[in-house]
T-cell receptor, first 107, second 113 residues
Framework: KNEVEQSPQNLTAQEGEFITINCSYS?????LHWLQQHPGGGIVSLFM???GKKKHGRLIATINIQEKHSSLHITASHPRDSAVYIC?????????FGTGTSLTVIP | KAGVTQTPRYLIKTRGQQVTLSCSPI?????VSWYQQTPGQGLQFLFE???????NKGNFPGRFSGRQFSNSRSEMNVSTLELGDSALYLC????????????FGPGTRLTVT
């Protein structure tokens, strides 16, 4: 069983659409991270959450600790948002990663 | 401020050889973590260092080791390379072990033939 599950695995959207990526986890956590990985491998940390909600520009991340669930929302999606989005959790002395959501935004 | 740098960026090795990868964190960052990324297993945590001490370790065999120097630079070593060690190795730095964003380097792509 994976400690972190993401859905959907793949997502294609039209430019301008509102996008939601979900992450569920089964372990106790001290923090949850949303990462973005573009082709070529570079990873950027988008958010680090331990409670509530954070917003950076068009990106919003929420977490519900009781339900062990987090969502990443992208408003007014743009082709440059095309990337793999990875949910990661820090639990005790370990990091666990979801398998990623591959997002393609079509102009 | 310069970002996290990793050297080399690409490496080809033969089975049975050993390899050392290097990571220079952002200035002032004292924590360095290492990750392995493969198409089959995705991202996996290798180890985490803080103030020259290994704080946490993932579920990898003893062939994988690392260390951190007094200037926070870190190296990881893989001995007796296997084909399955072919992967993108990423390091990330942060100010402290917990409670801070991680900043990732570009990675070292290791190919074992």
């Amino acid at each position: 069983k994976n400690e972190v599950e993401q859905s959907p695995q793949n997502l294609t959207a039209q430019e301008g659409e509102f996008i939601t990526i979900n992450c569920s986890y089964s372990v106790g956590i001290s923090a949850l991270h949303w990462l973005q990985q573009h082709p070529g491998g570079g990873i950027v940390s988008l958010f680090m959450l331990s409670s509530g909600k954070k917003k950076h520009g068009r990106l919003i991340a929420t977490i519900n600790i009781q339900e062990k669930h987090s969502s990443l929302h992208i408003t007014a999606s743009h082709p440059r948002d095309s990337a793999v989005y990875i949910c990661a959790v820090r639990s005790r002395n370990q990091f666990y990663f979801g398998t990623g959501t591959s997002l393609t935004v079509i102009p | 401020k310069a970002g996290v740098t990793q050297t080399p960026r690409y490496l080809i090795k033969t089975r049975g050889q050993q390899v050392t990868l290097s990571c220079s964190p952002i200035s002032g960052h004292r924590s360095v973590s290492w990750y392995q990324q493969t198409p089959g297993q995705g991202l996996q945590f290798l180890f985490e260092y803080f103030s020259e001490t290994q704080r946490n370790k993932g579920n990898f065999p003893g062939r994988f080791s690392g260390r951190q120097f007094s200037n926070s630079r870190s190296e990881m070593n893989v001995s007796t390379l296997e084909l399955g060690d072919s992967a993108l190795y990423l390091c990330a730095s942060s100010l402290e072990v917990t409670g801070h964003e991680q900043y990732f380097g570009p990675g070292t792509r290791l190919t074992v033939t």
